[in-house]
């Protein structure tokens, strides 16, 4: 076992092309001699070139993270790790990859080197969710949080456009929550407006040269200052309507935040206009809601729940799901309003203010 897994609310950031290379000289430093490198069935390529920078330190490669961190999966992998006498983990991917990394770490109490390929945040969180039976449970654990992270801007080239888009406003979801969180901070308030500046910034460079490596590392720090946030804030109305309708209705993760996150700023802004104005200042105009809406379509992000699945007559369940189990809000939140929230969600008109 190595005590160095588990440091308090302490990891090691880089950021820098060809990071990934570096996975070995980190092994070092934490004293690792063998690492299990997980990926996704359609990210082995990545797992493997890594890997073979390890040599012999590379104890097996298993690419069969996916989404949800679902239970009998985790178990699968945790039985290679043990065959092979893994005594680091070191996870290449976006959240499904890391959620694993995160279990498989957390379980066998060993070093997490995390390498994000996407904008999804959760490397710099002690949040785990994990499904069984169909079921998600998330639950928090400073030991849960990757020792190192590794961010290389080559990695995320290959991200496509649309992931690219849908990613960033995920991330940038957690910055915007970050705003108004009850346990907010001068300190993660100053980082969810650096987020939410560094895509404003290198979004649209990102789409017209998805090579551009400059581009690339600012959407990137853009994705750890988000994620940041999340991990040290609680969130509120837009996460919960993501997590409780894209579980229920199976959507995909991404996509559902680029979507919710205009309606549910619009409906916190009538709230809290004051704590969420950097977001209009940051994206222009002068109404938070609005001005995400709009840079979520310039962007070319989906607007509309119908566009990825989601029933029109699924709406009142949702709905009535969304607002089942009362949580923190700055908003009081009630079944109408949530109901004509998600309605305009659902057509993709502009945001109302409910
Ligand atoms: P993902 O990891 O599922 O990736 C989506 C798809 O894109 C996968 O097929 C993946 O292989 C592919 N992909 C990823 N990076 C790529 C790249 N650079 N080039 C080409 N293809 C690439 O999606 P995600 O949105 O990053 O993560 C979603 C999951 O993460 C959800 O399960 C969510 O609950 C979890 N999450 C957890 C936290 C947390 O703090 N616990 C935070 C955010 C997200």
Redesign the pocket.
Known sequence: MNTQAHPLAHQRVRFGTGLRHEVGAEMDLLGCARAIVL?????SD?ALDVAATLGDRAGGVFSG?????PIDVTEDALQHAVTVKADCIVAI???????LG?ALSFRMNIPHICV??????????????QTENGI?T?FSDPG?LPSVVLYDPQ??????AD?TV??AL??MA?AVEGLYAKDRNDETTRLAIQGLEDFNGSLTRVLEDPGSLAAREATLRGAWAC?TV??RVGMALHHKLC?TI?GSFDL???QT?AILLPHATAFNEAAVPDLLAPVAKIFGGDQSGMALWGFARDMGAPLALKEIGLEESDLDRAAEIATRNPYWNPREIDRAGIRALLQNAWSGDAPGTC
């Open positions: 990926s996704t069935p359609q990210q990545m993270a996916t989404m949800h961190t991917g976006g959240g499904s990859t890391t959620g995160k994000p390929t996407t904008y999804a945040g959760s490397e710099a969180t002690p949040i785990l969710g998600k998330t849960i990695l995320v080239t290959s991200l496509p992931l849908t990613s995920n991330a957690h994620g999340l991990g997590h894209g995909p993760h991404a935040h």
